[in-house]
């Protein structure tokens, strides 16, 4: 904390206000990070319940979609999509092998969801999409009505309607989720119980009210 300071010069008290705002963004920054992980685990738990088997063009196209966006990002650092391989120790099966899994992931996830949002009778109307557009384009100082022309005129107008659909589908089930630690949940799913060797049904999507 001296050492805090002196580098700083300033006083005691200011130093440990600092130190505190420092302690609640890292507080801050973990909770997004809980967060985000319990909705990705609710999430994986839909799709396990569910049985789904994403495959197919849906999940070819993700793939290549991952690995277009995998080469533009080592690319804006000036690096090869060969030479990072070489450097992560990946060969390109091996890589695609892994897109392939982040693919059927990501479609599974968004099968059960549209499963979900459909339910639970989930719409987004057109006022909620431009008040998130006219809010980001503020935020960033662009012009709103530019913004929601170009996003109508592409196609991505009713891509974010379904995106804030899904998220909201999401929202519902989680809400309704109680939240234990993985640790906690992770040491139950390891325990036996008699129901464990019973053989699979056919499995129904569960969504709030079902």
Do not use: C, H
């Amino acid at each position: 904390m001296e050492q805090f300071r002196k580098v700083l010069e300033i006083d005691g008290r200011n130093a440990d206000a600092l130190v505190n705002i420092g302690f609640t963004y890292l507080q801050m920054g973990e909770f997004r990070k809980a967060e985000a992980q319990f909705r990705s685990d609710v999430a994986d738990a839909l799709v396990e319940a569910s049985k789904v088997d994403a495959s197919g063009p849906l999940v070819d196209t993700r793939t290549r979609e991952l690995l277009r966006s995998l080469a533009r990002q080592v690319e804006s650092r000036g690096v090869q999509l060969d030479t990072y391989l070489a450097m992560t120790g990946q060969s390109p099966d091996d890589l695609l092998a892994r897109l392939q899994d982040e693919a059927k992931r990501s479609v599974a996830r968004e099968l059960v969801l549209e499963a979900a949002a459909e339910k639970l009778g989930i719409d987004i109307p057109d006022s909620d999409i431009e008040a998130l557009v006219r809010e980001q384009a503020e935020a960033f100082e662009e012009d709103a009505d530019e913004q929601l022309l170009r996003l109508r005129e592409t196609g991505r107008f009713e891509a974010l309607r379904e995106d804030l659909r899904l998220r909201k589908a999401l929202d519902t089930v989680a809400s309704q989720v109680k939240r234990i630690p993985r640790e906690l949940a992770a040491a139950r799913e390891s325990i036996w119980t008699p129901d464990k060797e019973k053989p699979d049904t056919e499995a129904k999507l569960w969504t709030p009210g079902s």
